[in-house]
């Protein structure tokens, strides 16, 4: 259901409209994925091909005494079998993590995570290499493990890291930020002061697609071709170059049709690089495909953040500072991918959307014998946790003050004219306008009403609740000078070309994987140009055919690389309008543009469109003087700062008196990412992130026994929503531009991912509150409701 401003429900816009630039629009790249026809890395078949099988630890922390491999290597459809002792002589057996420690491709000395790469197997086909998997015998010598961050720390935890010269604890690193001074002067005179012990528990992106490879080294020209499924090629290619010590123009990293990425398609996993391997040794392609279980227990979780928030304020409700202290679980590897100077991410943004008078962070990340990741599953570097955190808090505020959260929020935001707003962790929010997006998400859901019906139900005996967040995002990174990944910084590149007959290619170094960037790229350079986007084609996701940039995460497409689309195709405008005076022989200052056509000021007869242009461009005959040929352009958008969007949500639950099971009504979202490309695009971003919400919220969790055995190895134990599980999502939309976007675009990818899970545990929280209930962690599976609803402790 589409609300728009005010509140009012429309008809659905027509979707099969042809907007020349912004607007509701069909994705050009979906006639392909509903005909089945993507093409994804599991999709290629090369001649001669060969396949790759991971042998994993079973243990979470062991010593690798021996591994034979004598058996495997029999095996009539073998081809090669490799150690971790095998790649230490080509010293290959550690790489670079995203954030500057390393991590081992295939264990030498121990294996610290159960699923850890300990061996791999090549083979004629999959079923052979998977088969001589289980002829390899590895003897491993247990360890006790460290599994409770809690513990890890503790004086007598087994060093989990001793392959690190001088480890002799399990600390990864401090983080701080805020003034601590400040913010305890201001709790020491506040009238109200309320603590919370919250979790976000571990949870995995679990995308449809797992992550794969195929690797090609052509040892005639010496050049290696890797389609994998990341979203950042460029970033990939450049450290495969520096770890492996080829040149960049001798590595093709290709990312083709991506089947889901939620940041799992972010770091570099070592089967990649053992793709690499195989194909070097072998001379021919490689492919390496998980599957479900290797993708849940080996690669990228998300939070894992264990978080006691304070907040302080007047009795009238007026909030004065937010604290907290943060216990993070990196994993046996810290394979974060975020910022060089942004170790726990964007969580800096934890003071929310409200007008502070100090705020404190510290953070403590340790090691545990878990799978590494840390930033993934629509996190936005962090920014999940930190809007978690905030907006429960604020939630336990309204309790105790006994106030409505809808009202205490609205008290206390960040008023349009504060923007920009620097906050009290030095975060600059660009623009905002917050009241307007609350008001209308109170006004879809009828908010009073439901109070209304809430106190009806409950004298009924009935359980209902309603829950209310409200977010602000910082999306978009860089800038260059504060953003980078293992120095590489964070700006975007873009070419523009177009054709004789007017019809046009853009070329992105970011890479969609599922997002819709062919369509919505088309329409940035439609909007500026007048070309029609069905004329525009978006060529991404090839090193060979792309100009550098960072990649896809943390929302930044449209931020970063879609300003770039925007400003390349000024800039082929700016060309076009010399062209355009020559054609119409009239002075530059004389010529308006309309969209698609230079016209001469004052005689609507004279002019000329784009696609004249463009045969002029490359045509017969002369050029103005100084003028070259050809039509096009090409750019590095460096952003001079994030984008922050912000959202209100209102979740409407019932819970089962009999069973504790929470369904989840209603949920409106209404969002405000400045300028909207494509609506279309953009509900479905919003009801994608909602049903991520809905997961974490009731549902997900990557949980482990005591001997650090992962027990959510496949979908059955890894609970993910469906279309049962949702209602049908109500959403709306403000639009308070971006200042400093060139379109006033703000990121949307990841919001609803971020701003609902609050929203959700607030409502069921709100439905409790007659148990006496002010917080129960996520996901509120029925066994955890049902133990809240009896005063006892959350289950595992
Ligand atoms: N858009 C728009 N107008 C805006 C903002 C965005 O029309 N003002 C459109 C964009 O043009 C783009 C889409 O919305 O087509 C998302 O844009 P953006 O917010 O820039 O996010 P990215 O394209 O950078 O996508 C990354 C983001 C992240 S980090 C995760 S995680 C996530 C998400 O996108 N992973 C996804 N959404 C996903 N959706 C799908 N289908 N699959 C994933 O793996
Ligand atoms: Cu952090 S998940 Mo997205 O940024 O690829």
């Given at each position: 259901t589409t609300y728009a401003a005010g509140g009012h429900r429309t008809a659905?816009?027509?979707?099969d409209t042809k907007p020349n630039g912004h607007g509701r629009m069909l994705r050009k790249e979906d006639p392909r994925f509903v005909r089945g026809r993507g093409r994804y890395v599991d999709d290629l078949q090369l001649p001669g091909m060969l396949h790759l099988a991971i042998l994993r630890s079973p243990f979470a922390h062991a010593r690798v005494v021996s591994v034979d491999t004598t058996l495997a290597e029999a095996h009539?459809?073998?081809r090669l079998v490799v150690t971790g002792a095998m790649l230490a002589e080509k010293g290959l057996a550690w790489m670079p993590t995203l954030s500057n420690d390393v991590q081992a491709v295939l264990a030498t000395d121990?294996?610290?995570?159960?699923?850890?790469?300990?061996a791999f197997v090549v083979a004629e086909d999959r079923y052979a290499a998977r088969d001589a998997l289980e002829l390899i015998d590895v003897e491993y010598e247990p360890l006790d493990p460290v599994i409770d961050v809690r513990t890890a720390?503790?004086?007598?935890a087994p060093v989990i890291?001793?392959?690190?010269?001088?480890?002799?604890?399990?600390h990864v690193f401090d983080w701080e930020t805020g003034d601590a001074a400040a913010t305890e002067a201001v709790f020491a005179r506040a009238d109200v002061v309320v603590s919370q012990d919250i979790v976000y528990p571990r949870v995995h992106p679990a995308p449809m697609e797992t992550c794969g490879a195929v690797a090609d080294f052509?040892?005639?020209?010496g050049k290696l071709t890797l389609w994998s499924t990341t979203q950042a090629p460029h970033a990939h290619r450049t450290l495969y170059a520096i770890v492996?010590?080829?040149?960049?123009?001798k590595i093709r990293v290709v990312s083709p049709?991506?089947?889901?990425?939620?940041?799992?398609?972010?770091p570099i996993y070592p089967g990649y690089v053992c793709a690499i391997v195989g194909s070097l040794l072998t001379g021919k392609p490689v492919k390496w495909m998980e599957d479900r279980a290797e993708n849940l227990i080996s690669t990228g979780f998300a939070r894992d953040y264990v978080m006691r928030g304070e907040i302080a304020a007047t009795r009238d409700g007026r909030i004065l500072a937010v604290r907290t202290h943060v216990l993070a679980d990196h994993g046996a590897f810290n394979g974060v991918a975020a910022p060089v100077k942004y170790p726990a991410g964007f969580?800096?943004?934890?003071?929310?959307?409200y007008d502070l008078e100090a705020a404190y962070c510290e953070m403590t990340a340790v090691y545990t014998n878990k799978a590494p990741g840390?930033?993934?599953?629509?996190c936005s570097f962090r920014i999940t946790e930190a809007v978690y955190l905030v907006e429960r808090i604020v939630d336990c505020l309204a309790r105790e003050l006994d106030m409505d959260p809808v009202e205490l929020r609205m008290r206390n935001f960040i008023r349009?004219?504060?923007?920009p707003y620097r906050t009290?962790?030095?975060?600059?929010?660009?623009s905002g306008n917050y009241a307007p997006t609350m008001e209308l998400a109170k006004e879809i859901a009828g908010y009073d009403a439901l109070r209304a019906e809430q106190k009806e139900r409950r004298a009924r005996g009935e359980i209902m609740g309603v829950g209310v967040s409200f977010f602000t995002e910082a999306v978009g990174a860089g800038p260059r000078k504060d953003m980078d990944i293992l120095g590489l910084g964070m700006a975007d590149g873009c070419e523009l070309r177009v054709h004789p007959t007017g019809k046009a290619v853009v070329r992105l170094s970011v890479q969609t994987q599922g997002q819709g960037h062919e369509t919505t790229f088309a329409q940035i350079v439609a909007e500026e140009l007048g070309i029609p986007p069905q004329d525009i084609e978006v060529v991404h996701g090839d090193t060979d055919q792309t100009p550098f940039g960072l990649g896809?995460?943390?929302?930044r497409s449209t931020p970063v690389s879609g300003a770039a689309a925007a400003l390349v195709a000024r800039k082929v405008r700016d060309k076009a309008r010399l062209i355009a005076s020559g054609m119409l022989e009239?002075?530059?200052?004389?010529l308006e543009w309309e969209k698609g056509a230079f016209r001469v000021a004052g005689d609507p007869d004279a002019s000329v469109t784009i696609q004249d242009i463009a045969m002029k461009a490359h045509g017969a005959g002369d050029l103005p003087e100084g003028v070259e040929g050809g039509l096009e352009a090409q750019i590095c958008y460096n952003p001079e700062n994030l984008t922050y969007p912000h959202g209100a949500y209102i979740c409407v639950v019932d819970i089962?008196?009999?069973?504790a099971k929470v369904t989840v009504r209603r949920f409106v979202a209404v969002d405000d990412?400045?300028?909207?490309?494509n609506p279309m695009i953009i509900e479905g971003q919003v009801h994608g992130g909602l049903t991520d919400g809905v997961g974490m919220a009731l549902m997900e969790m990557i949980a482990f026994d005591e001997d650090g055995?992962?027990?959510?190895?496949?979908l059955m134990d890894y609970l993910i929503p469906t279309a049962?599980?949702?209602?049908d999502w109500e959403t709306g939309f403000t639009v308070t531009p971006s200042p400093h976007h060139p379109i006033g675009a703000k990121g949307v990818g990841e919001s609803a991912t971020v701003g609902s899970p609050p929203a959700i545990v607030n409502a069921v929280v709100d439905a409790l509150?007659?148990?006496?209930?002010r917080h129960a962690d996520m996901p509120l599976t029925p066994s955890r409701v049902w133990e809240a609803m009896r005063g006892r402790p959350t289950p595992p």
């Open positions: 659905f816009v027509d979707n009539p459809k073998v121990k294996v610290r995570f159960q699923g850890q790469e300990v720390l503790s004086p007598d890291r001793d392959d690190l010269e001088g480890k002799a604890d399990n052509d040892a005639v020209d492996a010590g080829l040149p960049e123009h049709d991506i089947g889901g990425g939620f940041g799992n398609k972010v969580f800096g943004v934890f003071t929310g959307s840390g930033v993934a599953y629509a349009p004219e504060q923007f009290r962790t030095g975060w600059v929010y660009d896809t995460y943390g929302s009239v002075s530059v200052a004389d089962d008196p009999g069973t990412c400045g300028t909207r490309i055995n992962c027990l959510s190895g496949s049962l599980e949702v209602p509150s007659p148990f006496g209930i």
